[in-house]
């Protein structure tokens, strides 16, 4: 009877043990991929006071060479103000917030396994800096604008001299000239007379 029940007993520790390592070989491989355990802002949060950095924390702590963080704004405006920071299994990146709307923080780790792991949290943003008005100046056209043409500038002419202004000699000028032409004109009618008369 004691035979008999050492035999039960045995082959029950044997499934147990059998039930145990079924349990715990499965989950070995999931132990080794890494994953999401929180955020700051959790996700689907609003929030009115933007943080001054987004930190991730996970399971195990991720390797910064594996490790690749990106913060999207409104119109897909990247948000993050710098690369992030590691603090064993937490990573915290500046956040650079614009307008107020949906925030989306993707992340992508590697795993001990070699498999990565990708997610993303979700947070809205519901104060932000307000749009820039648009501005109202023209654009160029690409040619200066020229400027009202200024009427030619001249010079005040010469003044011309009165009709009535002659030289100072002009008049005693003439009367010499036409005196000695007489002179000239009866000195030739002379000569001509006396060889005239030397003829005759």
């Not at 491989?29 to 996970?58: C, M, Q, W, Y």
């Not at 937490?90 to 396994?113: E, H, K, M, Q, W």
């Not at 979700?122 to 200024?150: E, Q």
């Amino acid at each position: 009877m004691g035979g008999k029940v050492a035999r039960v007993a045995h082959g029950l520790l044997v499934l147990g043990v059998a039930a145990g390592l079924s349990v715990l070989l499965p989950a070995a491989p999931a132990a080794a991929h890494n994953s999401l355990t929180g955020s700051d802002p959790k996700n689907g949060a609003r929030v009115a006071t933007a943080p001054k950095r987004i930190e991730l924390r996970f399971l195990a702590s991720p390797a910064p060479a594996t490790t690749k963080i990106t913060i999207t704004g409104p119109d897909n405006v990247p948000a993050a103000g710098g690369a992030p920071t590691f603090a064993a299994n937490r990573v915290s990146v500046p956040f650079a917030p614009g307008a107020a709307g949906l925030y989306i923080v993707t992340y992508r780790i590697g795993s001990a396994d070699g498999h990565p792991v990708s997610g993303e949290i979700r947070f809205t943003l519901t104060t932000g800096t307000a749009a820039a008005p648009p501005s109202t100046t023209p654009a160029p056209t690409g040619a200066a604008p020229t400027s009202p043409a200024t009427p030619p500038t001249t010079s005040p002419a010469a003044p011309t001299p009165a009709a009535d202004e002659v030289d100072d000699d002009g008049g005693t000028g003439w009367l010499w000239a036409i005196g000695v032409a007489v002179v000239l004109v009866v000195l030739g009618a002379g000569l001509l007379l006396r060889r005239r008369s030397a003829r005759g």
